[in-house]
């Protein structure tokens, strides 16, 4: 191996660290699959998916700011932000956050929430 093939590794690997979770190396884990292992969605199910986009693109600012402060995503929301810029903001959390999916999957199934029960459902649809 060559200086150079060492040098493209290191700052793939510098990359992979800055979009993963600021954590103590001690608590760093690689148990996501690589984007080449991840399972492909099955077509039939991109109609549905399309639709509970659709779906979430209809909440305002404050719902979604409900939904980032009970489960305490560790997100910052800009006034000038978009609703679009936080939708994106919590599904780039949530596919980063296993454990954070799990909560939402539960949180979908309780009944004492202040979040819209239309918003967690099309969530959780998602994340399925």
């Known amino acids: 191996m060559k200086t150079h ?7 793939a690997l510098a990359k992979a660290l800055q979009q993963a979770p600021n954590v103590n190396l001690e608590q760093l884990t690689f148990n996501q699959p690589l984007p080449s292992q991840r399972k492909k969605p099955n077509p039939s199910d991109i109609p549905m998916a ?3 986009l659709v779906a979430l693109s209809q909440f305002d600012k404050a719902q979604w700011r409900a939904v980032i402060e009970e489960y305490k995503f560790p997100i910052e929301v800009r006034n000038t932000e978009s609703t679009r810029d936080i939708v994106g903001k919590i599904l780039r959390h949530l596919e980063q956050d296993s454990e954070a999916r799990r909560k939402l999957k539960q949180a979908v199934q309780r009944t ?15 994340l399925k």
């Open 50 to 52: 399309l639709s509970a």
């Open 112 to 126: 004492k929430s202040d979040i819209n029960p239309e918003l967690m459902t099309a969530l959780n649809f998602l």
């Open 5 to 11: 093939e060492v040098s493209k590794i290191l700052v």
